[in-house]
């Protein structure tokens, strides 16, 4: 960070280092995280919480679950063999 250009164009401006303890989508936006939005929602029960907050804290669970994530990428996995496996057997015709 101590190095400066020779060149003006190449020199650098102005940036912002944000750090969190939150995985997911969440880092990639500077929208508030969710866990922080539902804070602020202080709903009493879990069937009053935004859908669309609901689906964002469900992702944000299974990026840092190691089980779903080990399922998923077998999952993954499989499914590109039975793609690779498609392609190769190409259109049959039968009759």
Do not use: C, W
């Not at 995985?23 to 929602?41: F, H, I, N, Y």
């Not at 669309?52 to 804290?57: A, E, T």
């Not at 469900?58 to 499989?78: G, I, M, N, P, T």
């Amino acid at each position: 960070m101590l190095h400066r250009s020779t060149e003006g164009n190449a020199n650098m401006g102005r940036f912002r280092v944000m750090l969190t303890d939150q995985p997911g989508q969440a880092v990639r936006s500077l929208d508030p995280m969710p866990l922080e939005a539902l804070a602020k929602t202080k709903v009493s029960e879990t069937s009053k919480v935004d859908p669309k907050l609901r689906k964002q804290l469900l992702e944000q669970f299974l990026v840092d679950h190691s089980a779903y994530q080990k399922r998923k990428a077998e999952l993954d996995q499989a499914n590109a063999q039975l793609a690779q496996v498609k392609k190769a057997a190409g259109e049959l015709s039968v009759m």
